[in-house]
């Protein structure tokens, strides 16, 4: 899921911008399970032909591959909530609950996408406001986070 914008009443606008998943993570463990099953089997084979030392890598094999999909599931559960109200704009990232908060004062807020100096980077989209400035949507793509800054832009204007 990409941005969806909600109405909670006629004075505040919410955002919520989340990266794309590719799969829940009871996939992501169904599939490690079966990863680890065939892992395991075929170790056991080299075990039983007398390789003693295939069991620990596959032990070490079989956990590092644990570890980076536990990380990667993680860092994709990221949540990023813009609410525009009156006079404040309001962001709050975390995973679950809000573990950083921002306020920032709509009267001043500036909506940027900062391009990079080449093409090989992607932009960035800034909020600014009294010299202060916060990057939401690193995980977008660029047509993403284009369609995100036109969608901040219109509500702003509000």
């Not at 919520?16 to 089997?41: D, E, G, K």
């Not at 990380?71 to 109200?85: G, L, M, P, T």
């Amino acid at each position: 899921m990409l941005f969806n914008l909600t109405n909670e009443n006629n004075l505040e606008k919410t955002i919520m911008v989340m990266p794309n998943r590719a799969m829940p993570w009871q996939q992501i463990m169904l599939i490690y399970f079966l990863i680890s099953t065939v892992t395991i089997i075929i170790a056991l084979g080299f075990f039983s032909q007398g390789f003693t030392l295939i069991l620990p890598f596959a032990g070490l094999e079989l956990t590092a591959l644990g570890v980076v999909l536990y990380i990667s599931a993680w860092r994709s559960n990221i949540k990023e909530v813009v609410c525009v109200a009156d006079d404040k704009i309001r962001i709050e990232i975390g995973h679950n609950t809000a573990e950083k908060v921002f306020e920032i004062d709509r009267t001043w807020a500036q909506v940027v996408l900062e391009r990079s100096w080449n093409n090989w980077y992607p932009s960035r989209l800034l909020l600014r406001s009294h010299g202060r400035q916060l990057e939401i949507g690193k995980f977008l793509n660029e047509q993403e986070r284009q369609r995100l800054a036109i969608e901040l832009k219109k509500i702003l204007k509000k």
